[in-house]
């Protein structure tokens, strides 16, 4: 994949608009996801994706390839997540008064319904944490990076990126302690 985002960079370094193009469809996905993850809005997520994208085609020529582009665009997405939450402009969550879906009767429905709040009991625990925290989480679990590439997007040590890492994962058992005591 690097060799395919490096011929894509060549082109679109050469005057091939097409070929930024090509990069954002192979990219749009994760990078829109990522910052889902991180803002937990979905105006927001595409907000940052937008902004992420626009600074990605100015800077291109910046790229000095010493890391994949995956790992600069992840920084520069994370960065964006980062400085949005931080300013506080974070669009309010929509606070969803829908009906409850009506209860199957069916067996397994209970267990479906319990997982749906473990799910949601999660996501709202995950929107507590820190952001270097929740980044440092997202692109971990969600992205399958090592330390080393999570430190280099966060901009911190290895070490300073595992513990973000472990503090994560520690207030997170411990906000969600309830939902195994009741398991």
């Known amino acids: 994949m690097r060799e395919a985002d490096f011929g894509l960079i060549d082109r679109f370094l050469r005057g091939d608009g097409t070929a930024f193009d090509e ?13 889902y993850r991180m803002t937990r809005n979905a105006e927001d997520a595409r907000d940052v994706s937008q902004e992420a994208f626009l600074q990605v085609y100015k800077n291109l020529d910046r790229f000095d390839r010493r890391s994949s582009f995956s790992t600069w665009l992840y ?7 980062l400085n949005h939450l931080n300013r506080g402009s ?4 929509r606070v969803v008064d829908e009906a409850p879906e009506p209860v199957d009767p069916s067996e397994g429905s209970l267990g479906q319904l319990e997982e749906k709040e473990r799910q949601d009991a999660l996501a709202r625990a995950i929107e507590t944490l820190p952001p270097q925290q929740r ?18 997007i966060l901009g ?6 595992k513990v973000h890492y472990f ?11 309830h ?3 009741g398991a």
């Open 167 to 177: 503090h994560a994962v520690k207030a997170l058992r411990q906000r969600l302690a």
């Open 179 to 181: 939902l195994r005591e």
């Open 75 to 81: 920084r520069i997405v994370v960065n964006r997540c």
């Open 156 to 161: 911190v040590t290895e070490a300073t990126a």
């Open 90 to 93: 974070r669009s309010p969550h």
């Open 23 to 35: 990069l954002v469809r192979k990219r749009q996905r994760e990078v829109y996801n990522l910052a």
């Open 135 to 152: 980044a440092s989480l997202t692109l971990r679990v969600h992205h399958q990076l090592a330390h080393r590439e999570i430190a280099e």
